[in-house]
């Protein structure tokens, strides 16, 4: 089977207009900002903490936040224009990092320049049909003379009409425009979960059409994944199903939550054992993984398993040091923060955490078993927890411990005697004896055994 490489992909996550600190609204004004520059040195912290993939939230023209986009053809002003982020882009290659964008195709904000032609000529607008549910016998939320579909009624996001040939060519050529000057190599699709189908799988068979490798995930909260990840529409989803029981599995001392939905998703007969869904325990929609668990040896134990289990890796800017940030009622903006890097790493409250992601990364990337490889549980507990991972070659356990102090489990492996390796814990090795292997677990923490001999 062919590999590409969002098979060995583990990400970083920036929304760019929070870590730079833009201004909250665009004027549509003032002139470009060149603030690209400001993102320039976290490329060498990704590096150096062994991403090689990063997905960068929307950088085009907006009105605010980036999801109620103006022009997908032009730069937000606030970032950069295409100069600078084609620099950016080329930088971002050099260094061996693939670049995925957000693709934010489901709606726009009310200051799209074709909305803008609905409100001026209304009835007579060219593109009163690029909207969904564009209705002139009752007025929108705003007092206009016509009501028209929203996204989950939020009016300030004015539904795409996706089955309009005009705005499908439209949204193309912005992706080719984006192929050609930035070399991006996949789209991450906002709210693809209110997306038409037909419209994935147009939009599957273009992009697959310039390179068999672009990769395309969706943002997917609710449903079965495979209407939405499968061979005629996403390559990859996110893994929202898994997300709570990763950090409240932890929170509530209760393993089973999240052993039962990785069987369920990943076992021999699960739902999802053939995909790749994009892991993550924090990202720019929701609380800060370190306001939730509150106790930050906790987060140790929870980046070892999002590394370790079947998915896609994601951490989100600033989560590598256990920073917090809490959604307030009317805005995400404590989610997605100014941060110097420099400040970052010397005000980190978890300065260790940064070292031991990197340290994942390292084992995931060089790891065909826990790239690819089956899934197995093999022991559940309240605060303990085991499964293996393994393909044709090579053979991953992993043991996890949540208790505030070690624990001692024993683990029916199926090996008549074997040595392991812990390549977690400086290699050490670990010798198994009549198919059982008895292991020490450090408190909030784990092992990863790696043998690559795989007798049955």
């Known amino acids: 089977m062919k590999l590409y490489w969002f098979d060995h992909a583990v990400f970083y996550h920036i ?41 960068l939230g929307p950088i085009f023209e907006s009105s605010s936040h980036g999801y109620d986009t103006v022009d997908y053809y032009q730069i937000d002003r606030r970032l950069g224009d295409h100069q600078s982020m084609a620099q950016f882009a080329k930088e971002v290659h050099r260094r061996g990092i693939c670049l995925v964008l957000d693709g934010v195709f489901n709606h726009v904000g009310r200051d799209f320049w074709a909305f803008k032609d609905l409100l001026a000529y209304g009835e007579k607008s060219a593109y009163r049909d690029w909207f969904s549910g564009v209705r002139f016998d009752q007025r929108s939320d705003f007092g206009d003379p016509f009501s028209y579909d929203g996204w989950q009624g939020h009016q300030s996001l004015a539904k795409l009409n996706l089955g309009h040939p005009h705005v499908r060519s439209h949204l193309f050529d912005a992706i080719k425009l984006w192929i050609d000057k930035f070399e991006i190599d996949g789209l991450r699709l906002d709210a693809a979960d209110s997306i038409d189908f037909d419209f994935l799988r147009d939009l599957r068979s273009f992009t697959k059409s310039i390179g068999s490798d672009f990769w395309l995930m ?7 994944y495979r209407q939405w990840a499968n061979p005629d529409t996403l390559d990859s989803v996110t893994n929202y199903q898994s997300y709570k029981g990763l950090y409240s599995s932890l929170l509530d001392g209760n393993y089973f939550e999240i052993a039962h939905e990785l069987e369920r998703q990943f076992g021999s007969n699960g739902i ?12 720019h929609d929701v609380d800060r993984v370190a306001s939730k668990l509150k106790n930050p040896t906790l987060l140790y134990p929870l980046y070892l398993l999002m590394f370790t289990m079947p998915g896609i890796p994601s951490v989100y800017y600033g989560s590598e040091w256990g920073i917090e940030g809490v959604k307030e009622p ?17 005000n980190a409250p978890e300065p260790d955490l940064a070292k031991v992601i990197k340290k994942l990364n390292s084992i995931r990337t060089s790891s065909e078993a826990l790239a690819s490889g089956s899934y197995e549980q093999l022991l559940v507990g309240d605060r303990q927890f085991a499964f293996r991972r393994r393909t044709a070659d090579e053979t991953i356990i992993v043991a996890l411990n949540s208790a505030p102090q070690p624990a001692e489990i024993e683990l029916d492996v199926g090996y008549v005697t074997n040595e392991w390796i812990d390549v977690l814990n400086g290699g050490n090795i670990i010798a198994g004896s009549d198919g059982k292997l008895r292991l020490q677990l450090p408190s909030t923490w784990g092992v990863i055994l790696t043998n690559k001999q795989n007798q049955d």
Request: proline share 6%; aromatic share 16%; charged share 20%.
């Open 15 to 55: 929304y760019p207009l929070g870590l730079i600190g833009a201004p909250q609204k665009n004027d549509f004004k003032g002139s470009v900002s060149q603030k690209f520059e400001e993102i320039y040195p976290w490329l060498d912290h990704i590096q150096l903490l062994g991403f090689n993939a990063l997905y």
């Open 218 to 224: 969706g943002e997917v909260v609710h449903g079965d």
């Open 272 to 283: 999802y054992c053939d995909m790749k869904l994009f892991s993550f325990v924090d990202n």
């Open 330 to 346: 009317w805005s995400d903006a404590p989610l997605r923060p100014y941060l110097s890097l420099d400040e970052a790493k010397s």
